[in-house]
């Protein structure tokens, strides 16, 4: 199996920063694309960004020159900085990795924008 371990989340006022990280571990082999998606109360499970092995990035709208996608590949992790942050970004924030065809889900992170 591949485990997905996210940290980072937690309560931050609008405007703030945070940076989340997920670690993948098990049977992981290149290429593949990790990324993070976000579900909110009552919401639908959306994309946030995604970056592949091999560098290329996609980002939701919504996200676009506030938060950044990278990874270390030799660690099999991937990080969002978030900064400018907003309330509509309060959220439960989700790691996952795809390889070939099958895709992995971590637990989840809350993150919290809130005065």
């Known amino acids: 199996q591949v485990q997905l371990v996210e940290s980072g989340g937690g309560l931050v006022q609008p405007g703030g920063s945070l940076r989340l990280s997920c670690a993948a571990s098990g049977s992981i082999f290149s290429p593949n694309v990790m990324g993070w998606y976000r579900q909110a109360p009552g919401k639908e499970r959306d994309l946030v960004a995604t970056t592949t092995s091999y560098g290329v990035t996609n980002y939701a709208d919504s996200v676009k020159g506030r938060f950044t996608i990278s990874r270390e590949n030799a660690k099999n992790t991937v990080y969002l900085q978030m900064n400018s942050l907003k309330p509509e970004d309060t959220a439960v924030y989700y790691c996952?990795?795809?390889?070939?065809?099958?895709?992995?889900w971590g637990q989840g992170t809350q993150v919290t924008v809130s005065s």
């Open positions: 996952t990795l795809l390889q070939g065809n099958t895709r992995f």
